[in-house]
């Protein structure tokens, strides 16, 4: 029983990175009042350009280069079309996810001459870290040790946003131009810059986010890989009011629900069902949520 | 002179004149009032020396040296700072925070929010404003959010402080508090532009009074007991106004509303919202409530317009029930202007056609089977538009750019132009300057000569004892009493509305 549970919490918290990772990338438009939904795309993206470069170049240093360069890329489109040209932020959002599903899919054909996926040894995974000390308690030492380094990224960055958003001029000025860009904008600030820079953030997340899928929870790139997780990030920005971090409690709480689906699968209960967990308990946290938010 | 505007002249193409060659001029430590109608040019002109919109023609002199205020930061670094009535502030943030936003106090891009606090602290107590600068910014009055932008602009070091319109949503006695500041900065050295329409706030605490009309420069003069307020407003107005209304009391023909026992309970806490209303309502008389807000004046109008059913009770126009139609069914008798122009009388993104052929649309000639005819609604509008005096750029200019008196001219126009022999007036001259209340006042007595049956609920004492031919006070949802304003006197009004016997 107890190795279950360790399994399962080791398997938590690796489920819980990229939502994570994405989450954390995409509170930053929240903050700024930018309805950013592109956290999918760009991590689809990511992904896909991580695998290339690691393979291409032989090191996954190249991987996470390469994957950075492409979520920059993305984030400068979401700003010139949402933020320069003003077109509807979701338009975009959405278009920039169809675009990365469409580009990443036929870059695969055309680049490795697969279809729905490309495996390969000889793709370099990013490094697994061993924590010397932490590895000897029994319990802990199990289900945190022997991530790949991107675990520990996640669950560092979300104080190091806290500290962003709530403790620095950045941050202030973040907040500021959600809630009141008109008082921003009074003192002489540019609030599309503003606006700009937490664009940039959440390619960066969400480009690492990708990174982590394809060369840390798995050493392959396959279609659409990154699956609905993007949304999964979005619902708990919204959630939990782009808090960081909660937000990483909340992606927690998801990596577990996830992995429990898959361990109740051994008792025999249909997959079909056990897939769900993850979204039920979403609208059930949803609906408890609102009803606490009415009579309050 | 610290500030000289010479010249300056505003065009909003193709042809609306805002400011026309108007001189204005600033002194170290005065405090300079510009006075002046809704629409006159006041708040243009401020924004002009702030750096938000730019002159058409004419210039600007800081300490002698001609500059261009392209921007609100080239102002600030000019000393000049404007606190506008809607205040740009961040609710969910410190006082203090919300000061230094911008030129924040930090090491390494880290705040440093003791030190934030610190200085804004000082700030505050050096020129003697009262407010927590810890404090959650949503948390604070009105009064106290504008003492933070005020802290936000003496923080930018500015010299010339514009405060357009300050006092327009603050008590009597905050006023009186922010006077005393006023007086406390103008003591360390600041100039203040003190914009208002305000005439007796503006005799008690400025030194210089400069007057605009219409775009022009009427005067500039010094308050120094010479000039009364009656000189002011006539200098404000051009042509001297007689606020009381002549009224050739005519007798009162049918009734046109009749109301009955009408009561409306509050199904949640059971409070008596109204309780046993009866009035009525002839034809050709003006019939006032007077009342306290908030003492079923609202919910008698939303009972009356059909908006809540009454839980009982009767309300007959001519002769006919209406109790329980719905409000279309009901307009079919009533106009009505309500209180909230913004929300509930317009439709401000829309055009000024749109919002006058509001309610005549559903009808021929403005209906052609499913579709508007819109020529005639084009017709319709600039009639309309030219028959009540509605200052505008033509039938397509979207309602929200007018000033409040054309707003509510718009509501008055398709108001009135649907010929109903009730008219509900809710408030109608809230918030609308001299000359647009004569104008309202003066549309209201024409319905009456014209046999229409008018209701007027209003704050205002001295509009229904000069407009009505009966007032009714209400005091808790009640009817407490039926006056005749030509034999009481208004102190006997507000005994009836206060509850205390005369």
Same mark, same amino acid.
């Given at each position: 029983m107890g190795a279950i549970v360790v399994q399962l919490l080791h398997a938590a918290l690796s489920s819980a990175t990229p939502i994570a990772l994405a989450a954390l990338g995409g509170m930053f438009s929240y903050h700024a009042n930018v309805f950013n939904i592109a956290m999918e795309g760009m991590m689809l993206m990511g992904a896909y350009y991580a695998v290339y470069g690691a393979y291409r170049f032989g090191h996954w240093l190249y991987g996470v280069l390469f994957a950075l360069l492409s979520g920059l890329i993305l984030a400068g489109i979401f700003s010139l079309l949402a933020i320069v040209l003003k077109v509807d932020e979701f338009i975009t959002g959405i278009g920039i996810n169809m675009l990365a599903l469409g580009w990443t899919t036929y870059s695969l054909r055309a680049t490795f001459q697969v279809k729905g996926a490309f495996i390969s040894q000889t793709i370099p995974p990013i490094p697994r870290v061993r924590l010397p000390v932490v590895e000897k308690i029994p319990f802990l030492g199990a289900v945190l040790s022997s991530h790949p380094f991107l675990v520990f990224v996640a669950v560092l960055a979300a $104080?190091?946003?806290?500290?962003?958003?709530?403790? &620095?001029? /950045?941050? #202030?000025?973040?907040? *500021?131009?959600?809630?009141?860009?008109?008082?921003?904008?009074?003192?002489?600030?540019?609030?599309?810059?503003?606006?700009?820079?937490?664009?940039?953030?959440?390619?960066?997340?969400?480009?690492?986010?990708?990174?982590?899928?394809?060369?840390?929870y798995v050493t392959l790139f396959s279609e659409n890989m990154s699956n609905g997780r993007g949304w999964i990030s979005l619902a708990i920005i919204i959630l939990v009011r782009g808090r960081p971090v909660p937000i990483m409690l909340m992606s927690l709480a998801f990596g577990l629900l996830?992995?429990?689906?898959?361990?109740?699968?051994?008792?025999?209960?249909?997959?079909? $069902?056990?897939?769900?967990?993850?979204?039920?308990? &979403?609208? /059930?946290? #949803?609906?408890?949520? *609102?009803?606490?938010?009415?009579?309050? | 002179m610290l500030v000289e505007m010479i010249d300056i002249c505003k065009v909003y193409p193709p042809n609306v004149v805002a400011l026309k060659h108007v001189d204005f001029s600033l002194e170290r430590g005065e405090i300079h009032a510009l006075v002046g109608e809704n629409g006159a040019g006041k708040s243009t002109l401020m924004k002009i020396l702030s750096g938000l919109i730019r002159p058409s023609f004419g210039e600007i002199r800081v300490n002698g040296q001609r500059v261009q205020i392209n921007s609100p930061v080239v102002a600030a670094r000019l000393g000049i700072g404007m606190v506008h009535q809607e205040l740009a502030l961040v609710g969910s943030l410190r006082v203090?925070?919300?000061?230094?936003?911008?030129?924040?106090?930090?090491?390494?891009?880290?705040?440093?929010?003791?030190?934030?606090?610190?200085?804004?602290?000082?700030?505050?107590?050096?020129?003697?404003?009262?407010?927590?600068?810890?404090?959650?910014?949503?948390?604070?009055?009105?009064?106290?959010?504008?003492?933070?932008?005020?802290?936000?602009?003496l923080y930018r070091n500015v010299d010339i402080l514009i405060l357009d319109e300050p006092t327009a949503a603050l008590t009597p006695q905050e006023s009186e508090e922010l006077f005393d500041e006023m007086f406390k900065l103008r003591e360390r050295g600041k100039t203040?532009?003190?914009?208002?329409?305000?005439?007796?706030?503006?005799?008690?605490?400025?030194?210089?009074?400069?007057?605009?009309?219409?775009?022009?420069?009427?005067?500039?003069?010094?308050?120094?007991?010479?000039?009364?307020?009656?000189?002011?407003?006539?200098?404000?107005?051009?042509?001297?106004?007689?606020?009381?209304?002549?009224?050739?009391?005519?007798?009162?023909?049918?009734?046109?509303?009749?109301?009955?026992d009408l009561s409306l309970v509050d199904r949640t806490s059971g409070k008596k919202l109204l309780?046993?209303?009866?009035?009525?309502?002839?034809?050709?008389?003006?019939v006032g409530i007077a009342g306290v807000e908030g003492n079923g004046q609202?919910?008698?109008?939303?009972?009356?317009?059909?908006?809540?059913?009454?839980?009982?009770?009767?309300?007959?126009?001519?002769?006919?029930?209406?109790?329980?139609?719905?409000?279309?069914?009901?307009?079919?008798?009533?106009?009505?202007?309500?209180?909230?122009?913004?929300?509930?009388?317009?439709?401000?993104?829309?055009?000024?056609m749109e919002n006058l052929i509001m309610t005549h649309h559903m009808n021929p000639p403005l209906r052609r089977k499913w579709l508007l005819d819109k020529s005639v609604a084009k017709d319709f509008a600039s009639r309309l538009i030219k028959d009540f005096e509605i200052v505008c750029r033509g039938p397509f200019e979207k309602?929200?750019?007018?000033?409040?008196?054309?707003?509510?001219?718009?509501?008055?126009?398709?108001?009135?132009?649907?010929?109903?022999?009730?008219?509900?007036?809710?408030?109608?001259?809230?918030?609308?300057?001299?000359?647009?209340?004569?104008?309202?006042?003066?549309?209201?007595?024409?319905?009456?000569?014209?046999?229409?049956?008018?209701?007027?609920?209003?704050?205002?004492?001295?509009?229904?004892?000069d407009l009505s031919d009966r007032i009714y006070v209400m005091r808790s949802g009640r009817i407490v009493a039926e006056l005749d304003p030509r034999t009481v006197d208004k102190t006997v009004v507000g005994y009836h509305m206060l509850g205390v016997s005369a």
């Amino acid at each position: 029983m107890g190795a279950i549970v360790v399994q399962l919490l080791h398997a938590a918290l690796s489920s819980a990175t990229p939502i994570a990772l994405a989450a954390l990338g995409g509170m930053f438009s929240y903050h700024a009042n930018v309805f950013n939904i592109a956290m999918e795309g760009m991590m689809l993206m990511g992904a896909y350009y991580a695998v290339y470069g690691a393979y291409r170049f032989g090191h996954w240093l190249y991987g996470v280069l390469f994957a950075l360069l492409s979520g920059l890329i993305l984030a400068g489109i979401f700003s010139l079309l949402a933020i320069v040209l003003k077109v509807d932020e979701f338009i975009t959002g959405i278009g920039i996810n169809m675009l990365a599903l469409g580009w990443t899919t036929y870059s695969l054909r055309a680049t490795f001459q697969v279809k729905g996926a490309f495996i390969s040894q000889t793709i370099p995974p990013i490094p697994r870290v061993r924590l010397p000390v932490v590895e000897k308690i029994p319990f802990l030492g199990a289900v945190l040790s022997s991530h790949p380094f991107l675990v520990f990224v996640a669950v560092l960055a979300a $104080f190091v946003c806290h500290v962003v958003l709530y403790q &620095t001029k /950045f941050g #202030l000025r973040l907040r *500021a131009t959600g809630e009141e860009p008109a008082a921003v904008a009074s003192v002489g600030l540019s609030i599309g810059r503003l606006k700009f820079w937490s664009a940039v953030l959440c390619g960066i997340f969400s480009a690492l986010a990708g990174v982590y899928l394809s060369l840390g929870y798995v050493t392959l790139f396959s279609e659409n890989m990154s699956n609905g997780r993007g949304w999964i990030s979005l619902a708990i920005i919204i959630l939990v009011r782009g808090r960081p971090v909660p937000i990483m409690l909340m992606s927690l709480a998801f990596g577990l629900l996830e992995n429990l689906g898959m361990l109740l699968q051994r008792y025999d209960v249909p997959p079909q $069902f056990t897939a769900m967990l993850p979204y039920v308990a &979403t609208l /059930f946290v #949803l609906y408890s949520y *609102a009803r606490r938010l009415k009579t309050s | 002179m610290l500030v000289e505007m010479i010249d300056i002249c505003k065009v909003y193409p193709p042809n609306v004149v805002a400011l026309k060659h108007v001189d204005f001029s600033l002194e170290r430590g005065e405090i300079h009032a510009l006075v002046g109608e809704n629409g006159a040019g006041k708040s243009t002109l401020m924004k002009i020396l702030s750096g938000l919109i730019r002159p058409s023609f004419g210039e600007i002199r800081v300490n002698g040296q001609r500059v261009q205020i392209n921007s609100p930061v080239v102002a600030a670094r000019l000393g000049i700072g404007m606190v506008h009535q809607e205040l740009a502030l961040v609710g969910s943030l410190r006082v203090y925070e919300n000061v230094v936003l911008g030129s924040e106090p930090s090491r390494f891009g880290l705040l440093q929010p003791q030190k934030s606090s610190q200085m804004v602290k000082q700030l505050a107590e050096r020129f003697g404003l009262n407010v927590d600068v810890d404090a959650i910014t949503q948390e604070l009055s009105v009064a106290g959010r504008q003492k933070v932008e005020i802290l936000k602009q003496l923080y930018r070091n500015v010299d010339i402080l514009i405060l357009d319109e300050p006092t327009a949503a603050l008590t009597p006695q905050e006023s009186e508090e922010l006077f005393d500041e006023m007086f406390k900065l103008r003591e360390r050295g600041k100039t203040i532009v003190f914009v208002s329409h305000k005439l007796d706030e503006v005799l008690k605490i400025s030194d210089r009074i400069t007057v605009l009309r219409k775009g022009e420069k009427i005067a500039t003069v010094k308050n120094d007991g010479s000039i009364s307020a009656a000189q002011l407003a006539e200098m404000m107005v051009g042509k001297r106004i007689e606020l009381v209304s002549i009224k050739a009391r005519r007798p009162a023909g049918d009734p046109v509303l009749v109301v009955k026992d009408l009561s409306l309970v509050d199904r949640t806490s059971g409070k008596k919202l109204l309780d046993g209303v009866n009035l009525t309502v002839h034809a050709g008389e003006v019939v006032g409530i007077a009342g306290v807000e908030g003492n079923g004046q609202n919910e008698l109008i939303e009972v009356l317009i059909g908006l809540r059913k009454p839980t009982s009770g009767s309300i007959k126009i001519m002769g006919e029930d209406v109790t329980n139609l719905d409000p279309r069914q009901r307009r079919a008798f009533i106009a009505y202007v309500p209180q909230d122009r913004k929300n509930v009388g317009l439709a401000l993104k829309a055009t000024i056609m749109e919002n006058l052929i509001m309610t005549h649309h559903m009808n021929p000639p403005l209906r052609r089977k499913w579709l508007l005819d819109k020529s005639v609604a084009k017709d319709f509008a600039s009639r309309l538009i030219k028959d009540f005096e509605i200052v505008c750029r033509g039938p397509f200019e979207k309602v929200q750019n007018l000033s409040g008196g054309n707003q509510q001219k718009v509501v008055v126009a398709r108001e009135i132009s649907l010929n109903r022999q009730l008219i509900l007036l809710d408030q109608p001259t809230r918030g609308l300057d001299v000359a647009s209340t004569q104008y309202l006042r003066d549309q209201v007595l024409m319905l009456r000569d014209s046999s229409k049956a008018v209701l007027l609920v209003s704050a205002d004492l001295d509009e229904l004892m000069d407009l009505s031919d009966r007032i009714y006070v209400m005091r808790s949802g009640r009817i407490v009493a039926e006056l005749d304003p030509r034999t009481v006197d208004k102190t006997v009004v507000g005994y009836h509305m206060l509850g205390v016997s005369a």
